[in-house]
């Protein structure tokens, strides 16, 4: 997976890296409910039966990201430059700087 890269340059908005935590716990959950709700539920009234919506369990603005945009290569090239220049200490160092951070964005 060291070549791999992302096809789509969209990133989430958040501190964490990933939501796989908080989908672990909401379809706990949903699986719960819906277990308790199909054992309540008498044999004749199952196909009447509806299953229980997303935003009834909880809610996708409490998780840990809060949306995605669109960072195009021209936008991650200049931000990459400008911290570079900021961190580095001499042109070699800035171009290495440069290049690992957009190696590191670029990827899954």
Known sequence: MSRSRRKT??????TCRSEREDKKLWHQRWR???????ASV???ALSAYLSLLENQISNVWSMGKDGRSYWSIKRQAAT?????NHKGRNLQECASLKKR????????
């Open 9 to 14: 340059p969209i990133v989430g908005h958040a």
């Open 32 to 38: 719960t409910r819906e277990r308790i709700a199909l």
């Open 42 to 44: 008498s044999p004749e």
């Open 80 to 84: 990459a430059d400008r911290i570079a």
């Open 101 to 108: 951070l957009l190696r590191k964005w670029m990827s899954k």
